[in-house]
């Protein structure tokens, strides 16, 4: 049985209160005044609407300006694209990769700090050593990315005479499948399996991260597996036998509009 | 040239969870200390927005910067060292606050046998059941002396727990400060399998506040929520107890705490017998300082207390072929696998939803609480369950042959998503020769100085032991009556890239005996009487549990030896 649950995004009492508590904390009283306040008080307010404007589906929403790229050429978003779809695909269960937004989702980790591995080690030497060791990183992530999607297409145009995006999904997945292998190398040092695995995790964040991001689009990702994003407070079902099911929220629901 | 900083009475390095607790109680005493903190301040008002998997778990915002610093490791001795050059296997904690802001709040007592576990070993099972080259000792401390410390650590914390415990645990002189976490069906699940199986389950001592509580300091702060963005996010109801909602405000209040942060520490300054302050460069403007001061106290975590002593030539550096010397020797860790999953095609848990420290752990097969005669293997590992808030990104588990990718991959992870426990051990790591920490030759910091080489790896002691509580899982997820269950028995080499725990310990360890020991049971160092070395270094072997409630107890203890010390000098002990 799965109960409706409404937690209230909170609201701009809340928002004011946190900004003038927190002016106000100094010493002896630290936790206390916000979480108590929330138990205390907020719980109790009715539920009001969450403000995103979009329709299911997202259709009819206005223009998603998210959606065009920081880093990747025309070229480098197709190959992405077509790669991430066949790792989550789009089923009966609800939207696959693609309409998550995943490659957008990586374009934009790309142009970050992350791309650059920007909180990393990246002083040499660069050696290669035992696979308990991690990975060869010379180079960033960015280029890993670069000749990545070479490797992708140029197995495709020797394998299939065809570019990566054109094949049929089961030649897409035996391009995928050698790449997981190893049987494609990226560079010297950086073996198919590792770029693989990259873009495994990227299109777990994609579906998976706020949508913020870029990708999880209208928090379908969420949706399709139940998962509530970001709520304030789940004290008041942790006894519960039954499972809860609720309403989503983002970290926009946390901004001040 | 660096900038001479007027003389104080002590300067701690590091103000994460001890340099807070240590700031806290001496500042109360009327003694003036200075922290030096190499991370930004922080406050629970940065936390508005972190309910965000990706920022905080995926890309660590909250951790240590690593394109400044970080660890090199290699399995052997044969093998060169490697940075770290991404995050894996731990996770080291920056800014005020240190790793306290986003560790789950598990707190637990080491066993009475670990602080007498050579001569515990000997006296049941003779001198022979230890192999060679297992350096385990006893800790200069008994747990019955360590008692009232651990329990000051939990009552300034809020420790929430049960009022009955099974007397495999250490006894304690009084409840615990606040009721336990609510015993959630997942919980209670667990609880009826393993005492139907004759265990001793109880709930996990808990650092996320189990209902609001006011501290013997004044401090109040609110119930945990339950929110499910814990362990490596900070807590923005200040329900966790961490440095920054619990102890450094009282710090703060006293007016004799000065807080340096953006100050990072590269050396401790000594004229031989005596530390005389520590030099830290300002890392917004490159600029030096020197701090003198007639105490000094490392609570810069275990990598950089053990490599402040080394780069600073304090204390003698440990030599593995050997085995004389002590500054590096006993790095351990935390022995994890053996863990059994149960997939319940037809049940669905509010899996989602949790807390750092919400669980429940059977100590049976931890320590020396079972017969090792016919074992070979030494201790063992606490086995839990927890309910932590299972995050969409880090959690898909799916049933044992099912493709990591494609059609059946999603179909199956979102099948599973809400419906897997999983009853895992934590497992103990005990000390051997040629497992150590030091400077590695070749790889160095932002600052010119050497980054800290760990030379670990699993043994057969490890295999073992995981085997064996495998079967112990795996028998308490059968009783818990799951469709299927997938369990993993087998310990592979120990390996840098998957996370596994932040609980590094050792290197510059406690004892009461200098030449097998860098510091006495007070933390105080054998070769500097003014240089107190605090933290999980001290740690000569790592327990079946995790490490802060210990440490925390280690802290309060060294907070009598330094004031002693600031009395009338010389060796506490
Ligand atoms: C993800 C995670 C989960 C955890 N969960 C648990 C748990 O559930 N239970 C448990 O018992 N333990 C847990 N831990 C471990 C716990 O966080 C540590 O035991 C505890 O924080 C150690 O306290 P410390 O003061 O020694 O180090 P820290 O709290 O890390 O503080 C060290 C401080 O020193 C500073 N520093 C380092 N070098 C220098 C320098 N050269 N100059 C100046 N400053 C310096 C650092 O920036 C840092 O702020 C967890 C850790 C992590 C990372
Ligand atoms: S689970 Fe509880 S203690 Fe942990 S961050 Fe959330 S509210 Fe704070």
New interface residues.
């Given amino acids: 049985m799965a109960e409706q649950h409404n937690y209230q995004p909170p609201d701009k009492s809340r928002r004011q209160f946190?900004k003038y508590s927190?002016a106000a904390?100094?010493?002896?009283?630290?936790?206390?005044?916000?979480?108590?306040a929330?138990?205390g008080g907020f719980k109790k307010k009715a539920p009001v609407p969450t403000p995103t404007p979009t329709t299911p589906g997202g259709q009819a929403a206005a223009a998603d300006y998210n959606q065009a790229t920081m880093y990747f050429t025309q070229s480098q978003l197709q190959i992405t694209q077509a790669a991430v779809e066949?790792?989550?695909?789009k089923?009966d269960?609800g939207p696959?990769a693609a309409e998550l937004g995943v490659a957008y989702y990586i374009d934009h980790q790309l142009a970050s700090p992350?791309g650059i591995?920007?909180?990393?080690?990246?002083?040499g030497?660069y050696?290669k050593?035992?696979?308990?060791?991690?990975?060869y990183?010379s180079i960033n992530r960015t280029e890993v990315f670069n000749l990545g999607l070479i490797a992708i297409q140029q197995a495709s145009m020797k394998k299939y005479n065809n570019k990566f995006p054109d094949l049929t999904d089961e030649q897409k997945?035996a391009i995928?499948t050698l790449l997981?292998k190893g049987d494609i190398e990226v560079i010297n040092g950086i073996t198919g399996t590792s770029f693989f695995n990259l873009l495994?995790t990227l299109?777990?964040?994609g579906?998976?991260?706020?949508p913020l991001?870029g990708g999880n689009k209208n928090m379908q990702?969420?949706k399709?597996?139940?998962?509530?994003?970001?709520?304030?407070?789940?004290?008041n079902?942790?006894?519960?036998?039954e499972?809860?099911a609720m309403k989503p929220m983002s970290?926009r629901d946390?901004?001040a509009h | 040239m660096a900038t001479k900083m007027p003389k104080v009475p002590v300067v701690i390095v590091g103000m994460g969870w001890l340099g807070g607790i240590i700031a806290a109680e001496l500042s109360k005493q009327g003694v003036k200390v200075v922290g030096l903190e190499r991370g930004k301040p922080r406050?629970?008002?940065d936390y508005?927005?972190v309910?965000?998997?990706?920022r905080y778990a995926?890309?660590?915002d909250l951790m240590q910067?690593?394109?400044k610093?970080?660890i090199t490791?290699?399995?052997t001795s044969k093998?060169?060292?490697?940075?770290?050059?991404?995050y894996?296997s731990f996770l080291i904690g920056e800014g005020l606050g240190g790793a306290g802001i986003h560790w789950n709040g598990q707190t637990y007592r080491f066993l009475p046998y670990d602080f007498e576990i050579y001569s515990k070993t000997v006296e049941r099972y003779g001198k022979k059941k230890i192999p060679d080259g297992m350096m385990i000792q006893d800790w200069g401390i008994t747990y019955d002396e360590l008692e009232p410390y651990f329990y000051k650590f939990e009552e300034v914390a809020g420790i929430s727990g049960e009022q009955e415990q099974t007397p495999l645990v250490g006894k304690r002189s009084k409840p615990f400060p606040t009721k336990p976490m609510?015993?959630?069906?997942i919980l209670k699940m667990f609880e009826d399998a393993t005492k139907k199986l004759g265990y001793h389950p109880y709930m996990m001592p808990s650092a996320n506040l189990s209902e609001?509580y006011?501290n013997s300091d004044?401090?109040?702060?609110?119930?945990?929520?339950?929110?499910?963005?814990c362990e490596r996010f900070g807590?923005?109801?200040?329900?966790k107890a961490d440095p920054?909602?619990t102890v450094l405000?009282v710090a703060?209040?006293t007016g004799n705490f000065e807080l340096r942060t953006y100050s990072n520490v590269v050396e401790v300054q000594h004229d031989g017998k005596k530390a005389t302050g520590v030099v830290y460069v300002n890392t917004v403007t490159g600029e030096r300082f020197e701090q003198p001061a007639d105490v000094v106290i490392l609570a810069s975590y275990v990598f950089n207390n053990v490599r402040l002593l080394l780069t600073s030539k304090l204390g003698k550096p440990y030599d593995p072929k050997t085995g004389k010397g002590v500054v590096g020797k006993n790095y351990c860790y935390q022995t994890n696998g053996g863990s059994a999953t149960g997939f319940f095609d037809d049940k669905?848990?509010?899996l989602?939803?949790?807390a750092g420290s919400l669980g429940m752990e059977i100590p049976d097969f931890n320590g020396d609480n079972f017969d090792h005669t016919d074992l070979n293997f030494l201790h063992g590992a606490g086995i839990r369950i927890s309910q932590t808030g299972q995050?969409?990104?880090a959690t898909?588990p799916v049933p044992k042959g099912t493709p990591?990718?494609?059609?059946e991959?999603?179909?199956q992870?979102?099948k599973y998503?809400?419906s897997t426990l999983t009853v895992s051990p934590q497992g103990s790591s005990l000390p051997w020769q040629h497992h150590y920490l030091d400077l590695d030759p070749?790889?160095?910091d932002a600052y010119g100085l050497p980054l800290m080489r760990i030379t670990f790896d699993f043994e057969d002691q490890d295999r073992e032991m995981i085997k064996y509580v495998a079967s112990k899982s795996e028998e308490i997820m059968k009783e818990m009556n799951p469709t299927s269950i997938g369990v993993s028995n087998k310990l592979g080499?120990?390996?840098?890239?998957p996370y596994q725990s932040t609980h590094n310990t050792g290197g510059a360890i406690m004892g009461a005996d200098p030449s097998t020991s860098v510091v006495n049971s007070y933390l105080q160092m054998w070769d500097a009487e003014n240089v107190f070395v605090v933290g999980a270094s001290a740690f000569p072997h790592n327990s079946g549990y995790n490490p802060t409630g210990t440490v925390g107890a280690l802290a309060y203890r060294a907070v009598d030896g330094i004031a002693k010390y600031l009395k009338n000098g010389g060796m506490v002990v």
């Fill in positions: 946190l927190g904390i100094s010493g002896a009283v630290i936790g206390g005044v916000i979480g108590g929330i138990a066949r790792i989550f695909p089923d269960l696959g992350w591995n920007g909180r990393e080690y990246r002083i030497p050696v050593g035992e696979a308990t060791q991690g990975d990183q997945d995928l997981e495994r299109t777990l964040e579906a998976y991260a706020d991001y990702g969420w399709m597996r139940k998962y509530p994003g970001n709520q304030m407070s789940y004290a079902i942790m006894e519960k036998a499972f809860v970290l946390h901004i | 406050a629970t008002e508005y927005m309910h965000d998997e990706l995926q890309r660590y910067d690593l394109s610093e970080t490791f290699r399995n093998m060169t060292a490697l940075p770290m050059r991404s894996g609510m015993k959630t069906p609001q006011t004044g401090i109040t702060r609110a119930a945990c929520q339950y929110c499910g963005y807590c923005e109801y200040g329900a920054v909602v405000p703060n209040k669905e848990f509010n989602y939803a949790g995050r969409p990104i898909n990591t990718w494609g059609a991959f999603k179909k992870s979102l998503a809400n070749t790889f160095k080499p120990y390996n840098i890239v």
